[in-house]
């Protein structure tokens, strides 16, 4: 009886540290691309890979808005930033490898973008 316990408390166990990892791999899935961002040139900083839908638009987390210095999509697609939210304000537009840095008025500017196949 000792050792089902025991097995059925490692299953368990096993079971809830193995979900996360799971779950970050399916909504990886579920996005259609990623955009990399970073605050400072030459992809430095503080940055992430923001996963997104195509042709869908999206505003960057707060930790991000107006404040990034250099990004880049994933191979195979096109994306416009925006210095407002909602897809609005001045644009830039690259595939990848997108820039490693942004020139004055849209450097630390940019608030959303928007994502399509090339």
């Known amino acids: 009886m000792q050792f089902n ?3 059925f408390i490692l299953a ?10 799971e779950l970050n791999a399916k909504r990886e899935a579920l996005v259609d691309g990623h955009l990399f961002v970073c605050t400072d040139n030459d992809f430095a900083g503080d ?6 839908f195509n042709n869908q638009c999206s505003n ?4 991000f808005q107006d404040d990034i210095s250099s990004w880049g999509p994933d191979e195979g697609w096109v994306c416009t930033t925006y210095t407002d939210i909602n897809c609005s304000g001045l644009t830039y537009t690259a595939g990848n490898p997108g820039f ?4 004055p008025g849209i450097n630390d500017a940019i608030s959303s973008f928007r994502c399509n196949q090339a």
């Open 60 to 63: 960057f987390s707060p930790e």
């Open 5 to 7: 316990l025991a097995f």
């Open 100 to 103: 490693s840095s942004l020139p």
């Open 12 to 21: 368990a166990v096993s079971t809830a540290l193995a979900a996360p990892a």
């Open 47 to 52: 940055c992430s890979n923001i996963g997104f």
